[in-house]
């Protein structure tokens, strides 16, 4: 289909040079819950959600993702160490890496933007 249309062929191209700055998003992100993951798991308290690694793992990645219920977050006010790491994880996680996320697609795409339509014709050539 990219042969066909410059345009297209264009924005196949930049999806793959952006493809890769999701990938490195996915990364720090996955370092970040597994870091928070273990402190959480050391941490004095008694919620069942964040008894173990795997699970503390798998509710950071919920929350990461906005699927954590509402009501859980209301049984974090029993620990507040807990509740403090969760919040710090919040803003770090749904703040920062995701304003970081949105400035390397901006970078990413403004760099190969300039080059497309020419990268787009040369790919078109060497698959024709």
């Known amino acids: ?5 410059t345009r297209v062929s264009a924005f196949v191209l930049c999806c793959g040079r952006v493809v890769s700055e999701v990938l490195l998003f996915f990364f720090c992100l996955s370092f970040l819950v ?3 993951s273990c402190m959480v798991t050391t941490l004095r308290q008694n919620n ?7 699970l ?3 509710n950071l990645y919920k929350i ?8 859980k977050y209301n049984e974090l ?13 919040v803003a770090t996680s749904v703040v920062f890496l995701t304003n970081l996320l949105i400035a390397q697609l901006n970078c990413a795409y403004q760099a190969s ?12 050539g060497k698959i024709v």
């Open 1 to 5: 289909l990219s042969v066909f249309s």
């Open 77 to 89: 006010e029993d620990s507040p160490a807990l509740m403090a790491a969760i919040f710090t994880f």
């Open 48 to 54: 069942s959600d964040f008894d173990g690694m795997a």
């Open 113 to 124: 933007y300039l080059d497309m339509v020419g990268f787009a014709r040369l790919n078109r």
């Open 34 to 36: 597994i870091t928070f």
């Open 64 to 71: 990461s993702l906005g699927m954590f219920s509402g009501t």
């Open 56 to 58: 503390s793992t798998l």
